[in-house]
């Protein structure tokens, strides 16, 4: 009677098995791509649909968002648009896109009601505050330290 084979057995045929596989057929085992394949392929088509999206948009006389295109081009997120600037040629396409929502948000900034326009553009990162500097560049407003006798004189001066 034969003994069961054990583990170690088991593991050698197996590793054995998987050797003879990948000297017939070793196409089966070369790297696939992971994940879910690309919607658009080339710059080309990634460009002529959001195209046709501006364009529909007119003809239906509705505003050009961000979401609003990320559902056009199929995608389910906004992000969804920014994965797209790791592929190689498509860095210019999506900033393209952008810009274009930009455009039209800006453009709403002229109408009545420029709140939802001003909101949105800060998300593309406008800010809205003022920078003020407290010194010159030359240096000549810049704060010089007082001689205190100096500024004990004047407070006596302005206290006359």
């Known amino acids: 009677m034969e003994a069961a084979p054990t583990f170690a057995h088991l593991a050698w045929a197996f590793f054995w098995g998987i050797l003879a596989a990948w000297h017939t057929n070793p196409e089966i085992f070369m790297a696939r791509p992971v994940g879910r394949p690309r919607l658009y392929a080339t710059p080309e088509e990634f460009d002529a649909k959001v195209e046709e999206y501006r364009w529909y948009c007119d003809e239906q006389k509705e505003p050009v968002t961000w979401t609003g295109l990320a559902?056009?081009?199929?995608f389910s997120s906004r992000q969804s648009i920014d994965?797209?600037?790791k592929y190689d040629g498509f860095s210019d396409s999506v900033k393209r896109a952008k810009t274009l929502v930009e455009w039209h948000y800006e453009m709403r900034l002229c109408g009545d009601k420029p709140t939802g326009a001003i909101f949105a553009l800060k998300n593309f990162g406008w800010v809205d505050k003022q920078d003020i500097a407290h010194t010159s560049p030359d240096g000549?407003?810049?704060?010089?330290?007082v001689d205190p006798s100096l500024a004990a004189a004047l407070a006596a001066k302005l206290t006359e």
């Open 140 to 145: 000549s407003m810049s704060p010089k330290s």
């Open 71 to 74: 559902l056009f081009l199929g």
């Open 83 to 85: 994965e797209y600037l």
